[in-house]
T-cell receptor, first 113, second 111 residues
Framework: DADVTQTPRNRITKTGKRIMLECSQTKGHDRMYWYRQDPGLGLRLIYYSFDVKDINKGEISDGYSVSRQAQAKFSLSLESAIPNQTALYFC????????????FGSGTRLTVV | DAKTTQPNSMESNEEEPVHLPCNHSTISGTDYIHWYRQLPSQGPEYVIHGLTSNVNNRMASLAIAEDRKSSTLILHRATLRDAAVYYCILNKMDSSYKLIFGSGTRLLVRP
């Protein structure tokens, strides 16, 4: 099993619909992150959580919300999807004490039509 | 967060060494230099990181300038599988630890 699992892998949804992207990790790390990647660009940070009770906005949080249900689970919601939220979404986890950097999931490709 | 500057793209021949440069002239004393790479259709993958001294691991080497204003990721023998976008990122390994990505360098490896 992958260390960081994202579901679904691909999703097509209609404008105005609510959608949730889910992320779970088996690394035992406290810190989890959601990033968005648009074609040809680097990743941009949406939200991050340093523990279950800690949620922080990233560079581009407008239009998104998150929920940290447990240490291992961090979900991203689009309350009312719009076409410019079409992108590749990555979840990641880290523990800076280990020195091994971030571990990323394989991504969720979201298309809003 | 301090910024990094990388070339948009580089090319290399298979089995030759590759030197990927990164400039970070505004680096602070507590910033670590991280490198990640992203293979096509995959999430980014940790490569290496360092603070002041050169670092080696099974994937690559990181050479850090004495003034720390630049660094170079070295792939000793490029393979086709090394074709990816390589990101150089500065970050503090403390409570504020979060990665902010730039646009990276796209490495093309020719057979």
């Amino acid at each position: 099993d992958a260390d960081v699992t994202q579901t679904p892998r691909n999703r097509i949804t209609k404008t105005g619909k609510r959608i949730m992207l889910e992320c779970s990790q088996t690394k035992g790390h406290d810190r989890m992150y959601w990033y968005r990647q648009d074609p040809g660009l680097g990743l941009r940070l949406i939200y991050y959580s340093f523990d279950v009770k800690d949620i922080n906005k990233g560079e581009i949080s407008d239009g998104y919300s998150v929920s940290r249900q447990a240490q291992a689970k961090f979900s991203l919601s689009l309350e009312s999807a719009i076409p410019n939220q079409t992108a590749l979404y990555f979840c990641a986890t880290s523990d800076p004490r280990t020195g091994y950097g971030y571990t990323f999931g394989s991504g969720t490709r979201l298309t809003v039509v | 967060d301090a910024k990094t500057t990388q070339p948009n793209s580089m090319e290399s021949n298979e089995e030759e060494p590759v030197h990927l440069p990164c400039n970070h002239s505004t680096i602070s004393g507590t910033d670590y230099i991280h490198w990640y790479r992203q293979l096509p259709s995959q999430g980014p993958e940790y490569v290496i990181h360092g603070l002041t001294s050169n670092v080696n691991n099974r994937m690559a080497s990181l050479a850090i300038a004495e003034d720390r204003k630049s660094s170079t990721l070295i792939l000793h023998r490029a393979t086709l599988r090394d074709a990816a976008v390589y990101y150089c990122i500065l970050n503090k390994m403390d409570s504020s630890y979060k990665l902010i990505f730039g646009s990276g360098t796209r490495l093309l490896v020719r057979p």
